[in-house]
């Protein structure tokens, strides 16, 4: 059974840091390319970071420069620093685990953690 559980979300004060974790089980890890995704107020989910296999990242725009996305093959965890926070960055953040493309692609998710970004 595949799960991904995240942690380390919580209620932070603008400019202020959180550090995310997610781990994996149940899955091949260090082939899979792993994210984080976001859920606002507007209910729809937003890529934010993605980390491949062979370690090459991509950010959306509103976190470059803010966001850091790692990953650690040998604990089967990913990781998401997240700098300067604005209350924009308010989300329910969920961990993504995917390997393939197509017909023949897996792709899994966790259930979330929520991240409040609030003085």
């Known amino acids: 059974q595949v799960q991904l559980v995240e942690s380390g979300g919580g209620l932070v004060q603008p400019g202020g840091s959180l550090t995310l974790s997610c781990v994996a089980s149940?899955?091949?890890?260090?082939?899979?390319?792993m994210g984080w995704y976001r859920r606002g107020p507007g209910d729809q989910r937003d890529l934010v970071a993605t980390?491949?296999?062979?370690?090459?990242?991509d950010f959306a725009d509103s976190v470059k420069g803010r966001f850091t996305i790692s990953r650690d093959d040998a604990e089967n965890t990913i990781y998401l620093q997240m700098n300067s926070l604005r209350p924009e960055d308010t989300a329910v953040y969920h961990c993504?685990?995917?390997w393939g493309s197509g017909l023949s692609s897996l792709n899994y998710w966790g259930q979330g953690t929520q991240v409040t970004v609030s003085s």
């Open positions: 149940g899955i091949t890890f260090g082939i899979y390319t």
């Open positions: 980390i491949t296999s062979r370690g090459y990242t």
């Open positions: 993504n685990a995917r």
